[in-house]
């Protein structure tokens, strides 16, 4: 059995994610999506609304669950019996980051990082722009699914 993580805040999902895990599903036989729940870290979804989000969004693939953690996330790979963690990289600018943290996991406990390059329509994707674009006005309705659209505006709404 191939177990693999793919590991993020997803806050929110975007179609960016969702294009990774359909294909980290393809590629493993178990697809684990590890959604970090770090305390410290402010969010406009709590890790309940993000969980829910990609329970629905990831629900054409039955390889494919979805679990939190807070820590490290080769203690999370260690207790789920994950083999590797999948990454989408979306630019060169991505690269650096991404080395030095597959680098550190396999230090700490061997365990490997598979990069899967984003597909091009999806390259500028990030949350973080999704969040400030939809925040002032404009339209993200083709870069996240359509649910996750509706929670976004609603919270919008309700913290401006
Ligand atoms: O979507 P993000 O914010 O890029 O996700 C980052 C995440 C959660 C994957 C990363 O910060 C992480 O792995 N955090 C867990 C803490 C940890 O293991 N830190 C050491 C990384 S080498």
């Known amino acids: 059995m191939r177990r693999a993580a793919c590991p993020g805040s997803f806050d929110p999902v975007t179609n960016g994610h969702i294009d990774i895990i359909g294909r980290a599903a393809s590629l493993f036989d178990e697809v684990v999506v590890a959604v970090g729940v770090n305390a410290a870290k402010k969010r406009l979804f709590t890790a309940e609304e993000r969980i829910e989000m ?9 390889n494919v669950t979805i679990d939190s953690f807070d820590g490290l996330l080769t203690d999370f790979c260690r207790d ?11 630019a060169v600018s991505d690269f650096d980051y991404e080395l030095q943290m597959a680098q550190m ?13 984003t597909r091009p329509e999806y390259s500028f994707l990030a949350s973080s722009l999704v969040k400030e674009v939809a925040r002032f006005g404009g339209d993200v309705s083709r870069l996240v699914p359509a649910h996750v659209l509706g929670r976004l505006t609603t919270r919008l709404s309700e913290t401006s």
């Open 80 to 90: 789920r019996d994950v083999h590797a963690i999948v990454k989408g990289l979306r």
């Open 54 to 62: 990609l329970t629905e969004a990831c629900a054409p693939w039955p």
């Open 105 to 117: 996991n396999s230090s700490l406990s061997g365990v490997e990082t598979v990069f899967v390059p």
